[in-house]
């Protein structure tokens, strides 16, 4: 691809963890929700149920607020309404940033989103403003610990995509929208397994940068975001060498 998001690379190189954000049922849940309310109660037939179920038994929320969160998605139990949002921000340099979030008051939320950009200097932008140079698509996880790639990326192209990143000790194989669920299964037929099935927003084209203080400055401020309950997703048109990450952690 001529470019993709790195902020879930970035994270692999600083050696961020997932565990606060997988401890958050309610974000989890909601995820649950949203799927189940766009896309029906059956995870067989809603690939999108299925990944959100998959990660919320993965942050180990107990199955019983899982079978929950589905029916309240479905509308079979009473619940406040969950919409999903999206944000978009300027940061220095030309960067740009797609925030997803999943509420249940967007009045809470959009604040939060707005006041931790603040902090950074980074600007709320409307609409299309950061989206436009990004596009969607499925992508799934692969690792390469004791695997070959070129392996792995044949086995890809068999499956039907021929886009690929590696991203620390894995390979980020990516697909069309809807063609994740064939793909992925058709991967796990030659018995390749995902830590990752998800969609994802890439850039169209990457900034690479150079400055420390940039660099830092961002780095922080996608912590933040990312410790928001609300939000589900953080995007980026940017990478910062792994060089210039360890300088930062030493």
């Keep these: 691809m001529s470019g993709h998001s790195k902020w879930s690379k970035i994270k692999r190189a600083k050696g961020a963890s997932d565990v606060k954000r997988s401890a958050s049922f309610s974000r989890l849940a909601n995820a649950v929700i949203v799927a189940a309310k766009n896309g029906g109660g059956n995870p067989d037939s809603n690939f999108t149920l299925k990944m959100a179920i998959e990660k919320a038994k993965a942050g180990l929320m107990p199955k019983d607020n899982i079978e929950r969160a589905i029916k309240r998605g479905t509308g079979e139990i009473a619940g406040a309404v969950i919409e999903e949002v999206m944000y978009e921000a300027i940061g220095p340099n030309g ?49 390469l610990v004791d695997k070959n790639i070129e392996d792995i990326e044949l086995a890809a192209i068999d499956a039907g995509s021929e886009n690929f990143a590696e991203e620390g000790d894995s390979l980020a194989i990516f697909t069309k929208p809807t063609e994740l669920d064939q793909v992925h299964k058709a991967l ?63």
């Design 188 to 250: 796990e037929a030659q018995g390749i397994k995902a830590e990752e099935v998800s969609f994802s927003w890439e850039a169209k084209d990457i900034i690479k940068l150079e400055d420390k203080a940039v660099a830092e400055k961002l780095l922080n401020l996608m912590d933040l975001l990312d410790s928001l309950d609300d939000v589900t997703g953080i995007y980026v048109n940017f990478d910062i060498p792994e060089d210039l990450i360890t300088k930062m952690d030493n």
């Design 95 to 143: 960067t740009g940033l797609l925030i997803e979030a999943a509420t249940d008051n967007k009045n809470r939320t959009t604040p939060d989103v707005k006041n931790t950009l603040n902090k950074f200097g980074v600007k709320f932008a409307s609409a299309g403003a950061v989206s436009y140079q990004f596009g969607k698509f499925g992508k799934i996880l692969v690792s």
